[in-house]
């Protein structure tokens, strides 16, 4: 049974549509990420399944009962903002303890003690249970932030990119951690974030949002190999897919609809040698340590890939293209044919 | 254009040693990155350049003139902070010329000098707009515009795309290493994001507990990190680390990692005793049937073009990048092959890197 459902939701705010008759569905024990841009809808998405905005239109449903006009208290959600909001006056046992002290919940003192150590170990914070909330590094702050939601064992978990206040180093520790925990624990999360590679590593399905709407939803792999337009080709991947006129290039597989064509690294062959088809010339090779980029000129346009470790590239080398299985969009943007399918 | 010379520069609050006595030469015209995570003390170091913070000890020279004590208004520089702060009553006109305002210069020379930096910035359609109904990367725009004005001889900016998505902050990233290039500018520019820094940087400083770790280009810091937390501190996902526990010995080209031998670049210095950690870049790591170095594979994130496999060996948890085509099995038990020549061993107790045929190329080997 799903554990949240989201029918035809709308949401505005003035003359904003912030979500627009959006459907979602997410099942027990599944991490759904939902990713976009800044304005796409997400955190308004999540604040709806919490209770804390009401929709103008559709129904909200957590574990098959309606609770669209309930208000939060009501709804078995914990959410986790992007500020870690501690309490600074309380040791970690304290602030981890919290939210099952509460008047409405009232659990005994033994049950709480057990409840916190579990989660303790599982953030690996279990030595720091005595300090002050004050008196931590930034990730551990926000592992007691994660911690105080995790305590309570609620159909949902929300997190409003919850990692982004955090330094690289730390971000890619606890995204794993935050994968291992889920997957331990199997619990259910509704995840937004704006870091692909947040997405694409965490989630079971991730839903790509822009301007209030749900484009496409699907598995990681689904969403990179299939992506149903260049807007959502271009949300995942790095180097960023390249978008140049279908034309160039060339073959007989090109759908007489198609306008654009979308090459990946994986779309790309490069030969040092003259060879039949497309020639281009190397630009530059951007160092960015483990992933070099190779900025070539195709004609007037660029393209940009993932340097092969054993190919030795140079800025002015002049080389040859092999484009294999490549994605195709039409005049709308909407991808067509079978292009990039794996094989 | 200037060059900034930095000697013995050491800062204490109270008992506290933010900067433990530093120095570096940023050159005329470079793009100077220095990363380090929060508290190692790279904002410090910034700060005592502007002028913001005095020096405890050490001096400061900006072209050749020592600065250590002037106050912040007398050094031609400009500081871009993290958060871009714009007047909302003035349009993007008067908001790039405020600094020239403020000192009083005539008002044909300020509309020029605005123009002309709204040129560079490309916001010149822009300039009578008001700031509230522009876009983030326009705003932003807006406030380099405010600090390129003045033509300072250097800029200085400290994690100025720190609170931006990730997206658009890769942007920013090649507008401001263009930007640079375009003014002929000195910049120094500071962040805990190793892929801005290895995005922008002509140099790196890669700081820890108020010391300059390892100083050199992005490639060389990548390539061959000097210490364990250079390496660990750099890469997405970091460089993995394998327990080491035979000493090795002066021209070994092979080690022992549990009974399995593993080739590497050769090493120039003899060691009796100790412990020490063989590290290896993801992408550095292959699977190979044949290899004695064998692991259990423990995860797969999948990255579309790529995927990283963690391994757990006996010597300790790896990482390898391989093609997203290749399929890998979570429970099954793999060989591991690494690519020889980019093998770097470390001495765990100091962190260091032993000498190498690797680390004794290049002008900080």
């Known amino acids: 049974m799903a554990e949240v459902a989201l029918l035809d939701v709308s949401k505005r705010f003035g003359a904003v549509e912030a979500v627009r008759g959006l459907s979602l569905s997410i099942a027990d024990g599944e991490f759904v990420v939902l990713l976009g841009p800044t304005g796409a809808g997400k955190t308004t998405t999540l604040r709806l399944i919490a209770g804390l905005e009401r929709p103008e239109t559709g129904r909200v449903m957590i574990r098959g009962r309606d609770v669209t006009k309930e208000v939060p208290a009501e709804r078995d959600v914990a959410f986790v903002f992007q500020q870690y909001s501690l309490y600074p006056h309380l040791t970690v046992y304290d602030n981890l303890a919290f939210p099952l002290r509460s008047p409405a919940r009232r659990m005994d003192e033994d049950f709480i003690r057990r409840r916190v150590q579990q989660v303790a170990e599982l953030l690996h914070i279990e030595q720091k249970l005595a300090n002050r909330a004050t008196a931590l590094s930034g990730g551990e702050m926000q592992r007691v932030a994660i911690g105080r939601a995790l305590v309570r064992e609620p159909a949902v978990y929300l997190m409003d990119e919850p990692l982004s206040s955090l330094d690289a180093k730390l971000r890619t520790e606890l995204r794993l951690e935050l994968k291992r925990i889920q997957r331990e624990l199997g619990t259910t999360i509704l995840y937004v974030t704006h870091d692909q590679i947040e997405a694409m590593t965490m989630a079971d399905r991730i839903g790509v949002m822009n301007e209030g709407v749900l484009i496409q939803q699907g598995t990681p792999r689904e969403i990179y190999e299939q992506p149903a337009s260049a807007y959502v080709a271009s949300r995942l991947g790095t180097p960023v897919i390249n978008l140049i006129p279908a034309e160039l290039v060339g073959g007989t597989a090109t759908p007489p609809q198609a306008r654009t064509a979308g090459l990946r690294t994986e779309h790309i062959r490069i030969f040092a040698g003259e060879r039949p088809g497309p020639r281009a010339r190397v630009h530059w090779v951007e160092h960015l340590g483990d992933q070099n980029h190779v900025h070539l000129k195709l004609d007037a346009h660029s393209l940009v890939t993932l340097a092969d470790p054993a190919q030795d590239l140079k800025a002015g080398d002049e080389v040859s293209l092999e484009f294999a299985a490549p994605l195709y969009f039409d005049q709308a943007g909407n991808r067509i044919g079978n292009g990039g399918t794996p094989a | ?365």
């Open chain 2, 1 to 365: 254009m200037a060059e900034i010379r930095i000697e013995n520069v050491a800062k204490t609050f109270g008992t506290f040693t933010a900067v433990k006595g530093v120095n570096f030469t940023v050159d005329h015209g470079s793009f100077f990155v220095i990363l380090g995570p929060s508290g190692c003390g790279k904002t410090t170091t910034l700060r005592m350049i502007a002028g913001l913070e005095l020096p405890t000890s050490g001096r400061i020279l900006l072209d050749g003139e020592d600065v250590t004590g002037l106050r912040a208004s007398a050094r031609d520089i400009a500081f871009v902070f993290q958060l871009f702060a714009l007047y909302p009553h003035m349009n993007v006109r008067e908001n790039i010329g405020f600094p020239l305002k403020c000192q009083n210069f005539p008002r044909a020379e300020i509309r020029k000098s605005v123009e002309e930096a709204a040129r560079l910035l490309r916001i010149d359609h822009l300039l009578d707009r008001r700031v509230g109904g522009l876009s983030g990367g326009d705003r932003q725009r807006v406030a380099l515009g405010r600090a390129i004005v003045r033509r300072p001889k250097a800029f200085l900016m400290d994690e100025p795309l720190g609170a931006l998505d990730s997206e658009f902050r890769r942007l920013m990233c090649g507008e401001l290493r263009e930007l640079h290039d375009r003014i002929d500018a000195t910049s120094i520019y500071i962040t805990h994001d190793q892929l801005e820094a290895m995005a922008m940087a002509d140099t790196i400083a890669v700081m820890n507990g108020g010391r300059v770790e390892q100083i050199g280009t992005p490639q060389e810091i990548y390539d061959r990190p000097q210490s364990m937390f250079v390496a660990d501190f750099i890469g997405a996902p970091p460089m993995s680390f394998l327990d080491v526990r035979t000493a090795p010995r002066r021209g070994d080209r092979v080690i022992w990692v549990d009974g399995a031998r593993v080739e590497m670049p050769e090493l120039f210095e003899d060691r009796t005793e100790g412990k020490f950690a063989l590290g290896v870049r993801p992408e550095n790591v292959s699977f190979a049937d044949s290899s004695g170095l064998r692991g259990r594979v423990i995860g797969a994130e999948y990255l579309g073009t790529t995927q990283i496999v963690t391994v757990t060996t006996a010597n300790g948890q790896l990482k390898a990048r391989l093609p997203s085509a290749k399929s890998v099995q979570l429970g099954e038990t793999v060989g591991l092959s690494l690519r020889p020549d980019r093998l770097s061993l470390f001495d765990s107790s100091s962190g260091r890197v032993l000498p190498s045929a690797l680390h004794a190329r290049g002008p900080h080997g």
